[in-house]
């Protein structure tokens, strides 16, 4: 629908689990994004991806750890997460960071 | 911080109304943004007014931008249960490189 899609939708981990979210574009963007959205909190910037090179680390913890192969994929690895980690998390592209962001469907993550 | 503030939190009115939402800002800006999000979805782009316009319409859409007040408004005419969801201004600041989004506005649409 948006042309950036996520995958899995729904995921539910335990602290000991190593898990991936996958986002991928198919609009010819060359920025990508991971976001966090938590119950009652902004909508928090994890990590931006520019041409491939990451530009941007919001203090994010090590346990979450991305990687954008090409400007079309972008993955986020988590290890070792807490509760606190449980939420909503999203993926956008755009065309520049200035620009008009698409997102993705979100994956619901739950950290047991 | 540097992030939007939306107003109000939370709009309750009848199909057919009028709907405003405010979004205010502090430092200078390249761009205002507004997004919609239904419920556990992910976010979709409404309209992006750059910092010398004031004014952009789309449909039954209408932003206007006031850089000296530093504000923004997000107008929505003869609403629609549809129209039922959350409302997202971000500002790509000056130098920033990416957006920052604002806590958004729950707006319920009552048939």
């Known amino acids: 629908e948006t042309g950036v899609t996520q995958t899995p939708r729904h995921l539910v981990m335990g602290m000991t689990n190593k898990k991936s979210l996958k986002c991928e574009q198919h609009?010819?963007?060359?920025?990508m994004y991971w976001y966090k959205q938590s119950a009652k909190k902004p909508l928090e910037l994890m990590f931006v991806y520019n041409f491939k090179e990451q530009t941007e680390n919001n203090s994010v913890p090590s346990r979450f750890s991305p990687e954008c192969p090409n400007s079309s994929h972008l993955f986020l690895h988590l290890h070792t997460l807490q509760p606190e980690d449980s939420a909503l998390y999203l993926c956008?592209?755009?065309?520049?960071?200035?620009?008009?962001?698409?997102f993705g469907p979100g994956t619901r993550l739950t950290v047991l | 911080s540097q992030q939007g503030e939306e107003d109000p939190q939370a709009l309750s009115i009848q199909e057919g109304e009028n709907a405003t939402m405010n979004c205010s800002y502090k430092t200078s800006i390249n761009n205002l943004q507004w997004y919609r999000q239904n419920s556990g979805r992910g976010l979709v782009h409404l309209i992006l007014i750059r910092s010398n316009e004031r004014e952009k319409h789309s449909g039954r859409l209408r932003v206007t931008l006031d850089t000296s007040k530093k504000s923004s408004s997000l107008l929505i005419t003869a609403s629609r249960a549809a129209d039922t969801a959350s409302y997202f201004c971000?500002?790509?600041?000056?130098?920033?490189?990416?957006?920052?989004f604002g806590q958004g506005t729950r707006l319920t649409i009552n048939p």
């Open positions: 971000a500002t790509d600041f000056e130098g920033a490189q990416k957006l920052v």
């Open positions: 609009l010819g963007h060359n920025a």
């Open positions: 956008a592209s755009s065309q520049v960071t200035s620009g008009a962001q698409y």
